[in-house]
């Protein structure tokens, strides 16, 4: 994670939730004015849809420029179940949040492929078809709205005054935070900003990045909703003149101007906005010049938002508490030999692109515990291979198989989850997380709490964590970069990252680990090394595949060797074999010449 | 009833060019900086306001009128590209520009307010307000210049794009960014003027829709999104599909207006809603496979 701030468990975390509900309690008591405690019940429940926000842009990488239609449905669901089937407030206002999480459910639908303009597009597309219905529809009252919406009940029947209903939002927004926070730290916030990262490497150690994806947009919705629900019942009345294409951006800047993915970017963001035009209300007519410069400066010279441009400082960073140092615990490697290690058979595979056979029926049989190198000329499918062995591409015909059992045809996670993984030939970590953290991605799949235990951190999701932090210390450490566990991992050398992407493979108890080109850009050091990892994974008895142009390193760790040509198999064998193979010096460096011998 | 939906079909197509012709400027732009400017609708309303300014206020022929809007707003996308996407070009966060082009539109909304007021101002038409018979249909003659002279510009766009030296140039930094700059091309000057080509062709938007419609502050909104939803439809990339996008848009709105007004508004988003839920990219968008 980029800043793991806010513990909500240890004695930091709890000073800060009670000097936040401190601040709560005493701010409408010593500022005790009508127009400023609306102004305070506005900054707290859109602060609470930021967050949301936040959760969708700046953890998972997704954007939305629709977001006031999710917070409508919220509004207009407790709205007209208050006001058309009599429900009160505490009835209404959950039922709000669960039909905004359903409709964030729902938009996730069309999201979960689009990526950039076009999911830019889906979302504002929804906002306005939430703000046509609201507005046409006479159910929801129409361009006129809804009106006479009841306000919260206190137990003795007295409807809430403005200084207890901010007390009610205030107090939400805390407890929201200190939920956002334990997400942040625990599994969960790690598993979406994997997906920020790269969705192609969180798929191949097993995240199904699509129901990720659904599980960040109904988060993201929940609170939108909760938001919606809170407005509509501050000033009793609602229409859809507020659920605008403005109310979005609106909404998106105050989570990317704090600082996106930095956990109190949404705070700062609301504030500043929120406060903005009570501030500059004498500059009526300026007040959009200044609303539009304030987003200009400060995404242009701020890109990281207000938090997040702070924590770059390394004033701000000293500040941080250290990290506590974690005690590898080597048993993940001595695991890495447990259960079955079964042959991974490719069967009659081949793979078409229109009329280019990339591979066309190849046979490959890797033998359990040892290196099975690959190698080929360029184009010859090398690529494609590890592509179609771990889901990427499905193959147009043939199977792969594991301990005799089809696998083929499968998504990259369901691969991972048959026990195949790979690294990449252009590296794909995840970028903005600690290396410590890339690792523990890794473990995915042998992750047992979920959600919500780790959105209350139980004791036992805690447990899990550190118990995992432990084996990720021991992965770094087999691979040599155990120094660098808090580090981000875009800011490792390329051969650190090689070596971080091999630890992260490891961590998913691979049957089978494929490397593609490990050694591409990797200087003469770090290639010793590289043999060096392999010796050890082969050892520590992972059946690994190696794709390889670096003739001297694969003819030196690998027991077979396969040899591909034009999408064929041309040759298998030792390295002394396919060394001397005709058909491998050919596809080389072309047929001899008349005359000439070969051998 | 007939005659409601041939008048229908020649208002879908008239304002469907319009936003084939907004969204063409999309195009340029998002083929060499993968960015595009969210505030197109604001560069259509200046436009008009500025044609407005020319042609009502101070008297100017209509067709330099014209002219005056579309380098003004061309030289206004200079300045654009400058201040909002440059910057933001290589930041860490991959859609900034989303943000830092809406700030321009806002800006230059307050700044409409602030020269022209807030006021909806009749734009006459050069071509007169008598109503054309067509069979037993009331066309405006500018509803007819609109479809004629968007459309032309469409094509006159394209032929630029693929038989120009500076078109193709153009389509080299989109092609390859970076094979374009070993071969001598100026990447930099290719990106001001897909911003340049991009920002006046929303203000030509402006001048011609304005007749049609009012012209005032607010005007640009709408269109600006609705042409997003054609590019968006058609594919980012791929100019004939954004065309039909355009027209398909239009002809739909005005269509289910006919129907139910209030139809209308919605009809345009549902569709891109399900249409983006089969294809991501768009109807004749290229399906990228991520290469790994």
């Known amino acids: 994670m980029r800043l793991p701030l806010l513990a909500a468990t240890g004695p930091m975390g709890w000073l800060g939730i009670v000097a936040a509900a401190l601040t709560v309690y005493a701010l409408p008591l010593v500022l005790d004015d009508a127009f400023f405690i609306l102004v305070m019940q506005s900054l707290a429940y859109l602060y609470i849809v930021a967050i949301g926000i936040d959760i969708l842009v700046g953890w998972t990488g997704q954007i939305s420029i629709g977001h006031a239609g999710l917070y409508a449905v919220g509004a207009y669901t407790s709205a007209l179940l208050t006001t058309k089937a009599g429900f009160s407030f505490w009835a209404s206002a959950p039922l709000g949040v669960v039909a905004a999480g359903i409709a964030g459910g729902l938009l996730a639908l069309p999201s979960l492929r689009a990526k950039g303009p076009y999911l830019a597009m889906v979302t504002l597309a929804f906002g306005f078809m939430v703000e046509v219905t609201a507005n046409r529809w006479d159910f929801t009252g129409g361009p006129m709205g809804i009106m006479s919406i009841p306000g919260p009940r206190l137990p003795s029947g007295e409807e809430m005054d403005g200084t207890e209903y901010f007390w009610l939002i205030g107090g939400t927004a805390i407890v929201v935070q200190v939920l956002t926070a334990n997400l942040y730290r625990s599994r969960i916030g790690r598993t979406l900003f994997a997906l920020q990262g790269s969705e192609v490497a969180a798929e191949t150690v097993g995240i199904n990045v699509y129901a990720w994806k659904v599980l960040a947009f109904v988060l993201s919705s929940v609170c939108a909703g909760l938001g919606g629900v809170f407005f509509a019942h501050q000033n009793g009345f609602i229409n859809s003149d507020t659920f605008v294409f403005g109310l979005s951006v609106q909404l998106l800047t105050s989570a990317l101007m704090g600082g996106s993915g930095t956990l109190f970017g949404p705070l700062v963001g609301s504030v500043i906005l929120n406060l903005l035009p009570t501030i500059f209300a004498h500059l009526h007519e300026y007040q959009l010049y200044i609303y539009g410069g304030i987003i200009l400066v400060t995404i242009v010279f701020m890109p990281r938002g207000i938090v997040g441009s702070l924590l770059q400082l390394n004033v701000v960073r000293g500040l941080l508490p250290k990290p506590a140092a974690i005690a590898p615990d080597p048993s993940v490697i001595a695991e890495l030999r447990e259960g079955a290690r079964p042959t991974v058979t490719v069967r009659d595979l081949s793979k078409h692109f229109g009329g280019i056979r990339a591979l066309n029926n190849v046979d490959i049989s890797i033998k359990p515990g040892t290196v099975h190198g690959l190698i080929g000329p360029n184009g010859s499918g090398k690529s494609t291979f590890v592509n179609v062995v771990t889901g990427i591409y499905k193959p147009t015909s043939g199977e792969v198989e594991v301990a005799g059992k089809q696998v083929g045809g499968s998504s990259p996670h369901g691969m991972a989850r048959s026990g195949i993984t790979r690294t990449f030939q252009s590296i794909r970590l995840f970028g903005d997380l600690s290396v410590l953290n890339n690792v523990m991605v890794g473990f995915h799949l042998q992750l047992r709490y979920g959600f919500l235990s780790h959105l209350f951190q139980t004791a036992g999701a805690v447990a899990e964590e550190e118990r995992y932090r432990r084996r990720a210390m021991a992965l770094l450490e087999f691979v040599g970069i155990a120094d660098r566990a808090e580090d981000l991992a875009q800011n490792l050398s390329y051969g650190e990252q090689r070596r971080l992407e091999i630890a992260r493979g490891l961590a998913t108890k691979p049957k089978l680990l494929l490397l593609d080109e490990p050694a591409a850009g990797v200087n003469p050091t770090e290639l010793h090394y590289l043999a060096d990892v392999i010796g050890r994974i082969k050892a520590a008895g992972v059946t690994q595949v190696v794709i390889e142009h670096h003739m001297e390193l694969i003819m030196g760790i690998s027991d077979t060797i396969s040899v591909l040509d034009f999408g064929q198999k041309i040759a298998e064998g030792t390295a002394t074999e396919v060394r001397a193979n005709p058909k491998v010096i050919e596809a080389y460096l072309g047929a001899p010449a008349e005359g000439e011998t070969h051998g | ?292």
């Open chain 2, 1 to 292: 009833m007939f005659a409601n939906i041939w008048q229908a079909v020649i208002s879908g197509l008239s304002i469907g060019s319009i936003y084939a012709l907004i969204a063409q400027g999309y195009y340029v732009t998002y083929i060499t900086t993968s960015t595009l400017n969210f505030g197109q609708g604001e560069f259509l309303m200046i436009g008009a306001m500025i044609g407005l300014t020319a042609y009502v206020v101070l008297g100017v022929p209509f067709p330099l009128a014209l002219l005056i809007a579309v380098v003004a707003t061309g030289l206004m996308g200079i300045a654009l590209e400058r201040i909002a996407i440059r910057p933001v070009l290589r930041h860490v966060l991959t859609h900034s520009w989303v943000l830092s082009t809406l700030a321009i539109s806002i800006i230059l909304k307050n700044g409409a307010v602030s020269l022209w007021g807030p006021e909806q101002i009749r734009f006459p038409s050069p071509f007169g307000e008598e109503v054309l018979k067509i069979g037993n249909a009331g066309i405006f003659p500018q509803e007819l210049f609109i479809i004629v002279c968007a459309l032309g510009t469409v094509a006159a766009v394209q032929l630029f794009l693929k038989k120009s030296i500076l078109g193709k140039a153009m389509m080299a930094v989109a092609h390859n960014r970076n094979a374009a700059a070993v071969m001598g091309i100026d990447v930099k000057r290719m990106v001001i003027l897909a911003f340049m080509l991009s920002s006046a062709l929303a203000g030509l938007g402006g001048i011609l829709i304005a007749p049609v419609t009012f012209a005032w502050a607010y005007m640009g909104t709408v269109p600006g999104i609705k042409a997003f939803a054609a590019a968006i439809f058609g594919g980012l990339e791929n100019p004939v599909g954004i065309l039909i996008g355009g027209l398909l848009i239009g002809l739909l709105e005005q269509l289910f207006g006919v129907i139910n007004s209030n139809l209308k508004e919605g009809i345009t988003f549902l569709f891109i809603l399900i249409m983006l839920a089969f294809r991501p990219t768009g109807l004749m968008g290229r399906r990228t496979v991520e290469k790994v």
